[in-house]
């Protein structure tokens, strides 16, 4: 367990052997963030500290547009040591609890729906519910975030059944509306749109592994040097 001292030092120094292990929480923003996140350092009073992404959801928090927390590393807190939570969190991750009720989930795992209940609240500070839904809305940002598909096919692969649902989710966990994420993220997709127009699907593969947000709010005579840096460094050109 790591204390807060040690949060503290890790998010200061941004240090990136942390990414992952625990989430900075800022209490006058509303949001939270990784610690290696490039934001401005908040004032130690200003922070709390949780294991999991998921549990700084349910505590009210919204994920940083950012640093993205949602992208953070896997680690450790969110798999747990125990061998029925890490079952249990596969079915889940796989829409184990999507597709029957907690109790049925629990005779599944074999033990009692108050123990599966125990065991979440002790391992990672919330319900299973409360993880499986976070887990739903976590996967649906990040497709807003890296594809371009309707919002209404990102419900659907999220395990949705109606649009309406799905923005009542995200209002609940992120504050925000899907809508105002993709907004966030026009110009990014623009950008890959325009990459793809200018070499082909050589240079669409280039951007999606890594420069999703290289020329955001930059001017077109920016964004073409960088598309010249691109190919050269690709061997494009």
Request: glycine letters at 6%; a positive charge.
């Given at each position: 367990m790591l204390t807060p001292d040690t949060c503290h030092k890790a998010r200061l120094a941004r240090d990136a052997r942390f990414d992952g292990l625990?989430?900075?929480?800022?209490?006058?923003?509303?949001?939270?963030?990784?610690?290696?996140?490039?934001?401005?350092?908040?004032?130690?009073h200003q922070v709390c500290y949780y294991p999991t992404a998921a549990a700084a959801s349910a505590a009210g928090y919204r994920p940083c547009l950012r640093c993205r927390p949602d992208s953070a590393p896997g680690c450790a807190a969110w798999q747990g040591t125990n061998t029925t939570l890490q079952r249990a969190i596969r079915l889940i991750d796989a829409g184990g609890l999507q597709q029957q009720t907690q109790q049925q989930f629990a005779d599944r795992l074999g033990i009692s729906e108050r123990y599966l209940r125990k065991l979440f609240q002790q391992q990672l500070g919330l319900a299973p519910k409360q993880y499986a839904l976070t887990?739903?809305?976590?996967?649906?940002?990040?497709?807003?975030?890296?594809?371009?598909?309707?919002?209404?096919?990102?419900?659907?692969?999220?395990?949705?059944?109606?649009?309406?649902?799905?923005?009542?989710?995200f209002k609940q966990q992120l504050k925000l509306s899907p809508l105002d994420i993709r907004r966030h993220n026009k110009t990014a997709v623009d950008v890959l749109v325009t990459a793809r127009r200018w070499h082909g699907n050589r240079c669409w593969t280039f951007g999606?592994?890594?420069?999703?947000?290289?020329?955001?709010?930059?001017?077109?005579s920016v964004m073409a040097a960088v598309f010249v840096l691109c190919s050269n460094q690709a061997g494009l050109r």
């Amino acid at each position: 367990m790591l204390t807060p001292d040690t949060c503290h030092k890790a998010r200061l120094a941004r240090d990136a052997r942390f990414d992952g292990l625990f989430f900075t929480a800022v209490k006058s923003t509303g949001i939270f963030c990784r610690p290696i996140c490039p934001a401005k350092a908040p004032a130690e009073h200003q922070v709390c500290y949780y294991p999991t992404a998921a549990a700084a959801s349910a505590a009210g928090y919204r994920p940083c547009l950012r640093c993205r927390p949602d992208s953070a590393p896997g680690c450790a807190a969110w798999q747990g040591t125990n061998t029925t939570l890490q079952r249990a969190i596969r079915l889940i991750d796989a829409g184990g609890l999507q597709q029957q009720t907690q109790q049925q989930f629990a005779d599944r795992l074999g033990i009692s729906e108050r123990y599966l209940r125990k065991l979440f609240q002790q391992q990672l500070g919330l319900a299973p519910k409360q993880y499986a839904l976070t887990q739903q809305v976590l996967f649906a940002k990040k497709l807003l975030h890296e594809t371009a598909l309707p919002v209404s096919a990102i419900a659907f692969h999220a395990g949705f059944n109606s649009i309406r649902r799905f923005n009542d989710a995200f209002k609940q966990q992120l504050k925000l509306s899907p809508l105002d994420i993709r907004r966030h993220n026009k110009t990014a997709v623009d950008v890959l749109v325009t990459a793809r127009r200018w070499h082909g699907n050589r240079c669409w593969t280039f951007g999606v592994t890594g420069r999703w947000t290289v020329s955001i709010g930059l001017t077109n005579s920016v964004m073409a040097a960088v598309f010249v840096l691109c190919s050269n460094q690709a061997g494009l050109r």
